[in-house]
């Protein structure tokens, strides 16, 4: 039972153009959301999150939009970079504070000079 | 550190094996996270903890799999009798785990790789 899926295990942008990964989810009771990037052999790192109540965060090149009602979400990057190339995941929680997050599987990015 | 970090960083083992993993999470946070990455996966939760509440084991995949949280800081994964399917990256996260309008960040440490034979 995939909660969030990432439907597009990779993308390929040119650099200078936007980026955009999707995140769909089934659970309704999922009220936090946030966008982590991965390089090879570390660990996951928080971008950018956004709550519920909110239809659009934005911090610096990265903006998240958040479609309640098709359960959907999306990472934009803009303009992309060379350093933006890495697996990018998206997860999940219900409530704020502790929870576990439970995440997609994952998209590949390459930005392309 | 200023970051959560973890031992060690790869681990081979044979079938059958115990094995231990630690994570020191970044201090002043009390909520500790375990997920694990298989190839090619994304990240599955396994337990976390949250001060002093009973931890939350809704996701160890088996009674093979333990955890400990000593002090409110460090803890130590166990994965008694170790199979090949238990090969992948576990991850250790902590948050500052508070509610009342915080968020969830969870901040990851760098992994380790265990490999089962």
């Known amino acids: 039972d995939q909660q969030v899926k990432q439907n597009s295990p990779s993308l390929s942008v040119q650099e200078g153009r936007i980026s955009i990964l999707n995140c769909d989810y089934t659970n309704s009771m999922f009220d936090y959301f946030l966008w982590y990037k991965k390089y090879p052999a570390e660990g996951p790192t928080f971008l950018i999150s956004?709550?519920?109540?909110?239809d659009k965060n934005e911090d610096g090149r990265f903006t998240v939009f958040l479609n309640k009602s098709a359960k959907h979400l999306s990472l934009h990057i803009v303009p992309s970079q060379p350093g933006d190339s890495a697996v990018y995941f998206c997860?999940?929680?219900?409530?704020?504070?502790?929870?576990?997050?439970?995440f997609g599987q994952g998209t590949r990015l390459t930005i392309n000079p | 550190g200023a970051g959560v970090s973890q031992s060690p960083s790869n681990k081979v083992t044979e079938k059958g094996k115990d094995v231990e993993l630690r994570c020191d999470p970044i201090s002043g946070h009390t909520a500790l996270y375990w997920y694990r990455q298989s190839l090619g996966q994304g990240l599955e939760f396994l337990i976390y903890f949250q001060g002093n509440s009973a931890p939350d084991k809704s996701g160890l995949p088996s009674d093979r799999f333990s955890a400990e949280r000593t002090g409110g800081s460090v803890s130590t994964l166990t994965i008694q009798r170790t199979q090949q399917e238990d090969s992948a990256v576990y991850l250790c996260?902590?948050?500052?785990?508070?509610?009342?309008?915080?968020?969830?960040?969870?901040?990851f440490g760098p992994g380790t790789r265990l490999t089962v034979l």
């Open positions: 996260a902590s948050s500052l785990g508070l509610g009342g309008g915080h968020g969830n960040e969870q901040f």
């Open positions: 997860a999940a929680s219900r409530g704020r504070g502790a929870q576990k997050l439970v």
């Open positions: 956004i709550s519920s109540i909110k």
